[in-house]
């Protein structure tokens, strides 16, 4: 099987959609490109920012974790 790279907390917030061209966010351990998504253009999703793992943050959407399905994993959150 396949493992994935992992990047540290620091590397996912440069995935912001400021600071460099790839827009990350993480979801329960798991980091999601949503580059090509318009719902993240530029980082920023309703009031929601890329970069950081956002599980806590699932709660607030009026959407379930459904959406994250056409995105793929590109990675893992470094413990
Ligand atoms: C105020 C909170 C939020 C609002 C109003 C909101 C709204 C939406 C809407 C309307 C969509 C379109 C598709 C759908 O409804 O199924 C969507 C997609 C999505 N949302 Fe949210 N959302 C919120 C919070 C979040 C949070 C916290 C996350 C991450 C944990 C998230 C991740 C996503 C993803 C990955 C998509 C798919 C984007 C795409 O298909 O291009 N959302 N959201």
Do not use: C
């Not at 959609?17 to 580059?35: C, L, M, N, Q, S």
């Not at 709660?59 to 470094?78: Q, W």
């Amino acid at each position: 099987m396949e493992t994935l790279p992992e990047y540290t907390l620091a590397q996912l917030a440069l995935r912001n959609g400021t600071d460099k061209p790839e827009i990350w966010v993480a979801f329960r351990g798991d980091i999601y490109d949503v580059t090509k998504s318009k719902l993240w253009r530029n980082g920023k999703h309703y009031e929601h920012w890329a970069g950081q793992d956002l599980t806590p943050e699932l709660d607030d959407a009026p959407h379930s974790e459904a959406v994250f399905s056409k995105f793929d994993v590109i990675g893992k959150v470094k413990k």
